[in-house]
Structure formats: structure tokens, C-alpha cells
């Protein structure tokens, strides 16, 4: 994370001429849509319908075959019956296209790619209804197991030993602590990662492996009315953290970002946990480590954003959308508990598979 990305700054213009140079599309309506590190478009064409336009950082945009793993996890998953985004194939072809241009700072190249639109909103917009935690767990799971047959020629790019997302590389922020100079959080966060290196890391030897999706948050998964007066998924979305890691690291992700929107974010964990195990059951080790790793999900989601708008301030305001939530209710996490907070997840809930 030491590499700035250089997030790119595509206008309106510039997009309009990808567009019609890389799909021979001229689109009706183009909005800008939230992102991270890279910049999304939302793409309407009155000839073939909507679209998402992905146009990645400049830095990840030299690593071609992750990029290209990550678009065919896409395509796998959506073939193995999950709600998932394919990619358009240029007019030459093509799922991938590096164009260079000059969005400001000199000329700079980036991966473009064209998806499927898929219908919907946020789960972070409905309520979250133990059925629909529940659904969300199981999802989680689905994925992972999905991604347990995926075969590809550069698999293992997903090793990923230095990404600073991954929940199996938690004691990487270390590096970073430096931008809560001054702020209470920061004791909160060093003792977390003691504790990870302490209570969780000495079990990952029993901790079965798996491929993540790795951001399993409020964002990325898309909801629509279902038949029942509740909500369903509909779409899972930005495959980009997708890293070689454990089952039980997934569960944790979702656990704390389904945290940062509901009223009462300790009763997150429950359904969440029991739709996980109905596709893939833990084993004790897994579950003795589940309270440490959600902690240190968010202690990742509020030293990373901290940093990031230290490179990109002009993005605060969605870079900080977890963090703000997520202040305070880490720390209501660490100060609850681990025994009490593992009373409320493991607590016996009937639902039906």
C-alpha cells in the first residue's frame, strides 16, 4: 500500500469515447458511481441496455493476470448458479482492454472492462431481517465453495502474501498505526493485533483454505423484493479482493460490515453464523478465533480508509462511509467482549435452509 494507485479521473468525454472506440456504443446516460480505488460507470444505451464501466487503477492495472482471474471468477461463479456480473467482450474480442490516457497527472495506462448491469439496490438500503442475514451467511459460503472448483492457468496470482486486505495479513498495518496518532482507536487497534497474532494465527494451521471473495460488504451485495414481503439477493459485486485465504475469514468479513448498517450490531452475528454453517459447518478452532478476525476486519476498514485519504482527499467522504459507522461500534466490540459476544452469535436460531 506503499505504491499510491493513481486512481483514474476519467470525464464524461473520455468515457463516451471508450465506449464507442472499445463496443461501439453510444450511450444515452453516463453516472459515476461510488468506488474505492478504481472509477465505475453506470452506462445506459437505448440500442443494448445498461452496463457497468470499469476502468481500474493505474497500479493494478500492470498486474494483467489477476485482473484476468478475477474476471473469470465472475463468469465461473455466474455459471454455478450465483448472481453475478459478466464482462462484454470488446469488438475485437476481447474481455480486457488497456487504454492509455491522460487523466490530469501525464499519460497513464488502465484496464477497461464492460459489465453486465444487474438489477437491484444495496443491502445497506433494506432492512436486515434475520432471514436476510441469514441469506447472506449462506451466500458467503456458496461462494467460496464455488470457488473451490474454479480451475485457471494463473490461479496463483490469489496468493496475494502482501495484500493489505486480507484478513490472513492483519499484522500488516503495523505500517500504517502512524495515521491514528492521537486518537484513543489507536490503542484499540495495537491490542487487536496482538490478540490476532496471539489467539488467531496459532490456529490457522487447522482453519480450512479456500479462495475469498474478500469483500463481502454492504456495497457489493445487491437485494430485490421477493415473494414473501422481505428481500432477496440479487447481485454480488467487486471481485477485486479476491485472495487465497480461509473459509472463516469470509464469515468475518460479512459479519462486520452487516455490523456497520444494522440498529443493533451485535445481533448481526447469529443468523449470519447459521446461514454460513448451513453450507459449510466450522470447526472449533475456526469458531474460537471468529470474534478476534471481525475485530480485526474493521480495525483494516479504519486504518486503511485513514490512509487512503491521505492520497486521495477528494474521495473522503466514501473512503470514510465504514469508518465513521465503524468507530464506534469496534469499540463497543472490544469492550462487550469476547464471551459475551460469542453468547449472542452462537446462540441456537431456527431457520429454515
Known amino acids: 500500500m506503499s505504491v499510491q494507485l493513481t486512481k483514474p479521473k476519467f470525464n464524461e468525454s473520455q468515457v463516451s469515447e471508450l465506449l464507442k472506440k472499445l463496443f461501439n456504443l453510444t450511450p444515452r446516460e453516463i453516472c459515476s458511481l461510488p468506488s474505492y480505488d478504481d472509477q465505475n460507470f453506470y452506462v445506459a ?8 464501466l470499469k476502468i481500474m487503477n493505474a497500479e493494478d492495472s500492470k498486474n494483467v493476470n489477476l485482473i484476468e482471474v478475477q474476471t473469470y471468477a465472475m463468469s465461473f461463479a455466474q455459471q454455478n448458479g450465483l448472481p453475478t456480473q459478466t464482462v462484454i467482450p470488446t469488438n475485437s474480442g476481447q474481455l480486457l482492454s488497456l487504454e492509455e490516457m491522460d487523466c490530469g497527472s501525464g499519460c497513464k495506462k488502465y484496464l477497461v472492462r464492460l459489465l453486465t448491469y444487474l438489477p437491484g439496490v444495496t443491502i445497506s438500503k433494506v432492512p436486515l431481517t434475520p432471514e436476510l442475514l441469514y441469506e447472506t451467511g449462506k451466500m458467503a459460503a456458496r461462494i467460496d465453495k464455488v470457488f473451490e472448483k474454479m480451475e485457471h492457468p494463473h490461479l496463483s496470482v490469489l496468493q496475494r502474501e ?11 498495518l ?14 484499540v487497534v495495537k491490542s487487536v493485533i496482538h490478540h490476532y497474532r496471539t489467539s488467531v494465527q496459532p490456529k ?23 415473494d414473501k414481503s422481505g428481500n432477496k439477493i440479487s447481485g454480488i459485486l467487486d471481485f477485486g479482493d479476491m485472495n487465497c485465504g480461509y473459509y472463516i475469514n469470509e464469515l468475518a468479513i460479512a459479519i462486520m460490515y452487516m455490523m456497520t448498517v444494522h440498529p443493533d450490531p451485535i445481533k448481526v452475528g447469529g443468523p449470519l453464523l447459521a446461514g454460513f454453517e448451513s453450507v459449510f459447518p466450522l470447526n472449533e478452532d475456526e469458531k474460537d478465533s471468529l470474534y478476534f478476525l471481525v475485530l480485526s476486519r474493521f480495525c483494516q476498514s479504519l486504518v486503511i480508509a485513514r490512509y487512503s485519504v491521505t492520497l486521495y482527499p477528494e474521495n473522503a467522504e466514501y473512503l470514510m462511509i465504514t469508518s465513521r459507522k465503524g468507530v464506534k461500534i469496534v469499540q463497543q466490540l472490544w469492550e462487550l467482549g469476547k464471551e459475551q ?13
Open 45 to 52: 444505451s437505448p440500442e443494448s441496455g445498461e452496463y457497468v
Open 162 to 172: 502482501k495484500f493489505i486486505w486480507s484478513l490472513s495479513n492483519v499484522d500488516l
Open 174 to 187: 503495523e505500517a500504517y498505526l502512524g495515521v491514528l496518532d492521537g486518537d484513543p482507536l489507536q490503542s
Open 204 to 226: 490457522q494451521p487447522n482453519f480450512r483454505k479456500c479462495i475469498n471473495h474478500g469483500d463481502f460488504n454492504e456495497l457489493n451485495i445487491l437485494v430485490q423484493p421477493d
Open 341 to 353: 459476544a460469542e453468547k449472542v452469535w452462537f446462540a441456537k436460531l431456527q431457520f429454515r435452509n
